[in-house]
Every structure is written in structure tokens, then in C-alpha cells.
């Protein structure tokens, strides 16, 4: 097998090249391929459309193997602070700058996304925001950032959920404001009007920065929040103590 100098795959006895990286690129393929007629790569991995076309074009078949296990349960990742990310969709872009930030040793987390079809939740944006929203609620990460199209409606969806502060971002500035001056957790990135470098750039400025907010605005802030208004299921009489999961998508409970 060929090398291209990054140790990001290998080839196996089985004819299958495996590939580590987030990203494949024609390039790399062009470097690594060697006679292989399957290329493995994790469930997430994004595949350039020159890439694409040059597996097409020399028969080689794409596999995409299970995820590994996941961590257990109260384990993060501190090398980023805790920040995770999400994809709305295979954007190249996205995955060349977390890639690169990698190699600069920022590590961002991808948050454990189901993907669910539009016709059962609307649409994806819909859906990517509210369960990237809920896994921040919950503690699985410190913060998100989501890598979409209408960073707007993503906005909207996350802040239905109880404890998200979304805010969408344009600048390395203004995210570092959101998010040390006014507790923001929850980032949503245009792909397609921001370049490679200024999503670069808006990332460093806030990963490994906890979300922090004056005590004025989260006290403003948290009056606002209030208690929830929705009416919680019944599974019988209350008094039992029992636990019914809130309607309105926040992540709580009622008791």
C-alpha cells in the first residue's frame, strides 16, 4: 500500500482499505489506494465529491462500519472543554476544519446524533437541533456547535429546550462574547456563507472556555426561564412520587 505520510488507514489481507480520517479526499485515495476494492470507513466519515467520484471510477466499494462502544456512562472528554459538534448534513467544509483542528490538538466531540427521516420529524434541521439541545441539557457535553444550513431555525428549536442559550454566530468575536459574557452553550454555523478560516477561527475562540454570564443578565436571564408551564403525563396519582417526562421537549421532568 502506498503511504501518504498521515498514518490515517490501512490496508487489510482482506482487500479492504480502512480508513481513520474524518475526510476523504481524492488526494488521499489517489495516495493510499492500492489495488483494494472495498474502502471501511466509520458511519460519520465524509466523503469528498471528488473522492466519491474517483472510488467510483476505480470500483471500489464504500463500507460503513458500526460505531464503536461508546464510553461509559459519566466519562467526557476534557480536551476540549467539552464542546461537541453536530452535522446537519456531509459537508466537507466542516469536516476539514475540525480535522484541522485537530491537528492542532483542539478535539472537539461529535455529540451521538440518531438521524431520523423528515417525514417523521419534520425536517432534519428540526431534529438535529432539538436532540443536540436536549444531550447539552442533560450533561453529555459542555456546549454544541451545529454545522447547518438555517442556523436560524436551528436557533429557535434549541431554545425551546430548557437551559440552552442559542445563539447564531458570524465571527470568532461574537462567539467569544456569547459565550463568555452571556453563557451561550449552543452555536449554530452557516455552512456555506462562512469560509474554512473563519469557522476555524470562531471554533479556537471558544473551545476549552466554560459558557459564563454576568449575574445581572443570568439573573434577567433565569426569571425569564421560569418555571415550566406545560402539563405533564399522568401514570397515576402524584403523591406515589413518580417521574413523568416533560411534553414540551425540555429536558426535565415533572414529579
Known amino acids: 500500500m502506498k503511504g501518504n505520510g498521515q498514518n490515517r488507514q490501512t490496508s487489510g489481507t482482506d482487500g479492504a482499505l480502512r480508513w481513520a480520517g474524518r475526510v476523504v479526499t481524492a488526494d488521499g485515495l489517489r495516495a493510499s489506494l492500492n489495488g483494494e476494492c472495498e474502502l471501511v470507513v466509520s458511519p460519520r466519515t465524509v466523503i469528498t465529491p471528488l473522492a466519491a467520484d474517483h472510488l467510483k471510477a476505480n470500483g471500489v466499494r464504500v463500507v460503513r462500519e458500526e460505531e464503536v462502544a461508546k464510553p461509559p456512562a459519566g466519562h467526557k472528554d476534557k480536551s476540549n472543554g467539552g464542546w461537541g459538534y453536530v452535522l446537519e448534513g456531509p459537508f466537507p467544509l466542516a469536516g476539514s476544519v475540525v480535522q484541522s483542528l485537530e491537528r492542532d490538538g483542539v478535539n472537539l466531540q461529535e455529540l451521538s446524533i440518531p438521524r431520523q427521516s423528515e417525514g417523521e420529524c419534520g425536517t432534519l434541521a428540526c431534529s438535529l437541533a432539538r ?34 442559550r442559542a445563539a447564531a454566530i458570524v ?7 456569547a459565550v463568555t459574557g452571556l453563557g451561550v452553550n449552543f452555536l449554530a454555523l452557516e455552512i456555506g456563507k462562512l469560509t474554512f478560516f473563519e469557522l476555524r477561527q470562531i471554533i479556537r475562540s471558544i473551545c476549552g472556555s466554560p459558557p459564563a454570564c454576568p449575574g445581572t443578565v443570568a439573573g434577567i436571564l433565569k426569571e425569564l426561564e421560569g418555571s415550566c408551564q406545560c ?24 414529579r
Open 171 to 177: 465571527s470568532a468575536a461574537q462567539a467569544k462574547r
Open 131 to 164: 436532540q443536540a439541545a436536549q444531550a447539552v441539557s442533560r450533561g453529555d457535553s459542555l456546549g454544541a456547535i451545529v454545522f447547518c444550513l438555517d442556523p436560524l431555525l436551528v436557533c429557535c428549536v434549541a431554545n425551546k429546550v430548557k437551559g440552552i
Open 231 to 254: 402539563q405533564p403525563k399522568t401514570h397515576g396519582p402524584t403523591s406515589m412520587g413518580l417521574e413523568c417526562k416533560c411534553q414540551c421537549g425540555g429536558g426535565h421532568a415533572h
